[in-house]
Every structure is written in structure tokens, then in C-alpha cells.
């Protein structure tokens, strides 16, 4: 009974981690460090940078602004090229989300 326990535990554990949803990035269960890009202009020549931040604990608790409008008044922005968006999320229990906005 023991040995049937067990292995249904590590049965368990292995779909918790080997399934997730589709997303558009790309998303690690354990651990998350991505940047991808959001949008772009045809000319990505830029003398501007802004960047704005958003911070989730444990899923529970999110807080910040990092809306492509903060970013771009954070860098004095008027004229946006292009958009990154970074993540870094360890285990679900610290999650930073950036927006970068590059323009003039």
C-alpha cells in the first residue's frame, strides 16, 4: 500500500509540473527570466528609454503599473518605436513584470 502511495504522489507531482496552459511567452514552472517583445513601429531608431513595474507575491498580493503609459512617461516619451516586456517568476512566489518603451 505504501509503495502504491508513493507512486501515486510522484504521479502527481509530475503533471503539476508538466502541464500548464499555452501562453505567449514562454513560462517556466519553476523559474521564469523572458523578454519578448510587445510591439513595434517600422522605424526603431530611439533616443528615449522609460521602463515601468509591476511585483507579485505569492499570486496573492500585485501591485505597480507597468502599463506601456508609465513606461513612456517614466522615460519623457511622446513618440513610441518599439515595446519589450521582460518577466522573472520563481516558483510562483515572486514575480517581477517590467515594460520597456524605446522612443523619442
Known amino acids: 500500500m505504501r509503495k502504491n502511495g508513493l507512486s501515486l504522489v ?3 507531482v509530475a503533471v503539476l509540473l508538466l ?3 499555452a501562453t505567449f511567452l514562454p513560462y517556466g514552472q519553476l523559474y521564469t527570466n523572458v523578454k519578448a ?4 513601429t517600422g522605424d526603431v531608431s530611439y533616443s528615449k528609454v522609460g521602463t515601468a513595474t ?3 507575491i505569492l ?3 500585485a501591485t ?3 502599463s506601456i503609459d508609465a513606461a513612456a512617461r517614466d522615460g519623457g516619451i511622446t513618440e513610441i518605436k ?3 516586456y521582460e518577466v522573472n517568476n520563481i516558483l510562483g512566489i515572486y514575480g517581477q513584470y517590467t515594460t520597456t518603451v ?3
Open 59 to 61: 499570486g496573492i498580493v
Open 10 to 12: 510522484i504521479i502527481l
Open 54 to 56: 509591476a511585483t507579485s
Open 19 to 21: 502541464s500548464g496552459c
Open 37 to 40: 517583445p510587445v510591439a513595434a
Open 64 to 66: 505597480g503599473d507597468a
Open 102 to 104: 524605446y522612443g523619442d
Open 82 to 84: 518599439y515595446v519589450d
